[in-house]
């Protein structure tokens, strides 16, 4: 199962919903898929979609995903890390209007180098990041060891924010 979230920003992330949708009709990636496609414009034709899911549904379809595909969010990596899975992740971007600012891609950048996130910015990038992961249980439900992917998150927001 693929669970891909563009959070509940106010700005559309259509490039990401584009992107996975497009692989999946491709067959890059396998479905079943869900996509919270938020106040985008673009409606995949290949995943299930909803504009916005309460936190609840949110929290299962995370925990129930063979692969959490989403926007460099806080609170949507750190709800993927927290259910035990390494999100692929696109950050927005500002020239394209997808946020006010390119804070995500310096987020994503930094949670990248430290392993916590598979970070893609293009789609030649993801379908690259997507073919290399090798067919097995362990490659394809990228789950990481939530407790200690938790904390160093935690360290990492603290220093960052608090220092």
Do not use: W
């Amino acid at each position: 199962m693929i669970f891909v979230t563009v959070g509940t920003e106010k700005y559309p992330f259509d490039r990401l919903l584009r992107i996975v949708d497009d692989a999946v009709g491709a067959g890059i990636i396998q479905g079943p898929g869900f996509a919270q496609t938020g106040c985008s414009t673009y409606r995949p034709r290949h995943l299930r979609f909803q504009p916005l899911i309460g936190f609840d549904e949110m929290r299962q379809r995370v925990r129930e995903a063979d692969l959490v595909i989403g926007h460099a969010g806080v609170g949507t990596i750190v709800l993927a890390l927290n259910q035990g899975r390494v999100p692929l992740v696109m950050p927005r971007r500002a020239d394209l209007r997808e946020h006010i600012s390119d804070h995500q891609i310096d987020f994503a950048l930094r949670l990248d180098d430290c392993g916590k996130i598979i970070l893609f910015q293009n789609e030649n990038e993801f379908r690259n990041k997507v073919n290399r992961l090798k067919p097995t249980a362990e490659t394809t439900s990228f789950r990481a060891k939530p407790s200690q992917a938790r904390k160093d998150l935690i360290d990492y927001l603290r220093a960052t924010l608090f220092s």
